[in-house]
């Protein structure tokens, strides 16, 4: 498991736009599950949406980019590089994500 302090070794986004609070499994190169904690103290809240807060797809695609990119990172072969997304094709997003109040 990484902690934030672990993560921000590997990536170098920092408030307000690191997306990756924790990860809870990594095989790097291959798999990862991490944690994005959404609560209503984000700032994006007090305009998306006021009295109806979604946090937006835009910054979910990036919290999975942010994983993807740790789990890329953590291999030899690329410690200490940036990873880019290239691009999402056809993104669905089924159920809103809200924060935990």
Known sequence: M?????????LPHRYPMLMVDRVLELTA???????????I???IFQGHFPGNPIFPGVLQIEALA??????????????????FLGG??????????????
């Open 88 to 101: 999402v094709k056809k993104a669905k997003f089924r159920k809103w994500c809200v924060p935990v109040m």
């Open 66 to 83: 942010q994983a993807g990119a740790i789990a890329l990172l953590s291999l030899p072969d690329f410690k200490g590089k940036t990873a």
């Open 2 to 10: 990484l902690e934030a302090n672990e993560i921000q070794q590997i």
């Open 29 to 39: 190169g291959e798999r990862i599950v991490a944690q994005k904690n959404v609560s």
């Open 41 to 43: 103290n984000e700032a």
